[in-house]
Every structure is written in structure tokens, then in C-alpha cells.
């Protein structure tokens, strides 16, 4: 039986050109600025030393953080102080109004169907709780933040490693085999599965179908009848 269904953002709710050419392209344009407005905040100071951990040296000047993170935005590498970061220059993107998120049109509708069949949802995102909750609550079809009864990133573990999805079932209080997992990523499929979660890819836009994963064009073509999940 799913009792929970656990998604992905870039590329499974929202395009991935949303992501980059809007979301990281603000990020970078205000990364310094930012950084320099904000230096003395708590928070900022945190990400800072986060990034002196990632990078492995602790020696690193605030400057150099600042040209590592340009670079790691560049590779979309997905390192937790960067996201951090980005989520806090987001908010100040989004309450300025500068833009609503992308979602599919698909997306609203069936993730109410499936709150109201009662199974509770959940995002897992390299993006930080704090993106993930402002991305659904400035959504261009509403917001859709309430929704969800869980918020979980990188904080929580890589999304390549089994055991983030073993922790995200037990924060969930379900087991495993009760979580509905969906991305367009198959390494992540390939680690939900290993740690004995249902997957489903999505292949949106004209992507291919994932290889050894059940694969959606939308979520409306995801069928799910007790204990089954299949694509329609
Ligand atoms: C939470 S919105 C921005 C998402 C993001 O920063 C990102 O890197 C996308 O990662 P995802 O795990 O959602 O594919
Ligand atoms: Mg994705």
C-alpha cells in the first residue's frame, strides 16, 4: 500500500530550465552582493564555514568562498552550504515578486488527488528546506506548499545513497516498500530502489524514458491501486 509518495523537484514538478536559467542565473547575479550585504548574519556566516568544510580547507577567505560557490553554481554541483545560499537569496527573489515558479500542469491536481486519497507527500530536493518551501509557495498556479507534511534536502543525505531514502522512510514513520518515490534522475531511482522504495521515473519535456525504472511523461499517467504503481 503507498502510504507516501516522495518527489523530486527539478525535472519531476518543475522544468529544469525554471531551475537554471532563472533560479541559479539570480543566484549567481547576486551572490556577491548578497554575501557582502548580509556578512554579519548568523545564517550567512554558517553557509560560509559550511563551504570551508566542503572544500576541505578552513583557510579559505570569504572572498574565496565566493568565487568556489560561482564555480560550484557553474558545475551544478550540489553542495549543501551553496544551497543554502541560494535559498536565501531566492527569498528575497520571490517576495520581491522577481518571479513565480514553474510548475507542470499536472503537478496541482495530482498531488491533491493523492492528499485527499490519503497519502501523505513529501519533497526530497538537492534545493534547501527553505527553496523548497518558498519554490511551492510562489508557484505560478498557487500555492501549493501545504500540500506537503515533509521537507527534505541534502541535510538529510546525498540523493545517490540508499540510506537518505532509508532515513526519509523512517521520518515518515512508514516503511520502505510504503513510499513512492519520483525523479528524472536514475541514479536517485537507483538508490530509492536499492533502499527498497516504489520509483517512478519522468521523462518531462520529450526526455527519454529512464532505463530499468517505470518511466511517466506526466504525473497523471501514474497509476497507483493498493499495493501497485503503474504507468499509464
Ligand atoms: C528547491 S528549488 C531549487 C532546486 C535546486 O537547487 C536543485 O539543485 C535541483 O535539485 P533537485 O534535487 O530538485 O533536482
Ligand atoms: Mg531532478
Excluded at 545564517?43 to 577567505?61: C, H, K, N, Q, Y
Excluded at 543525505?157 to 534522475?185: C, M, N, Q, T
Amino acid at each position: 500500500m503507498v502510504k507516501r509518495i516522495v518527489t523530486d523537484i527539478e525535472g519531476t514538478t518543475t522544468s529544469i530550465s525554471f531551475v537554471t536559467d532563472t533560479l541559479f542565473a539570480h543566484a549567481r547575479a547576486s551572490l556577491v552582493s548578497f554575501v557582502r550585504t548580509h556578512a554579519g548574519e548568523a545564517r550567512v556566516v554558517s553557509a560560509l564555514d559550511a563551504a570551508r568544510t566542503e572544500a576541505g580547507d578552513p583557510s579559505l577567505s570569504d572572498t574565496a568562498v565566493l568565487t568556489l560557490w560561482l564555480r560550484w553554481i557553474d558545475e551544478d554541483r550540489k553542495a549543501t552550504s551553496l544551497k543554502a545560499i541560494q535559498g536565501m537569496i531566492w527569498e528575497e527573489g520571490y517576495h520581491a515578486g522577481a518571479y513565480r515558479s514553474h510548475v507542470y500542469a499536472d503537478v496541482p491536481g495530482a498531488l491533491a488527488r493523492w492528499k485527499a486519497r490519503g497519502i501523505g507527500l513529501a519533497v526530497f530536493s538537492s534545493g534547501s528546506v527553505l527553496a523548497q518551501r518558498l519554490l511551492f509557495g510562489h508557484t505560478i498556479e498557487g500555492d501549493l506548499a501545504g500540500l506537503f507534511d515533509g521537507w527534505f534536502d541534502t541535510t538529510t543525505g546525498k540523493k545517490a545513497d540508499p540510506a537518505s531514502y532509508a532515513r526519509i522512510a523512517a521520518a515518515l514513520e512508514v516503511a520502505p516498500h510504503e513510499v513512492l518515490f519520483l525523479s528524472d534522475v536514475k541514479a536517485e531511482l537507483d538508490a530509492a530502489r536499492a533502499a527498497g522504495l516504489l520509483r517512478v521515473g519522468l521523462a518531462r519535456d520529450g526526455a527519454p524514458p529512464l532505463v530499468d525504472h517505470p518511466t511517466a511523461r506526466s504525473f497523471d499517467d501514474i497509476v497507483i491501486e493498493g499495493d501497485s504503481v503503474l504507468v499509464g
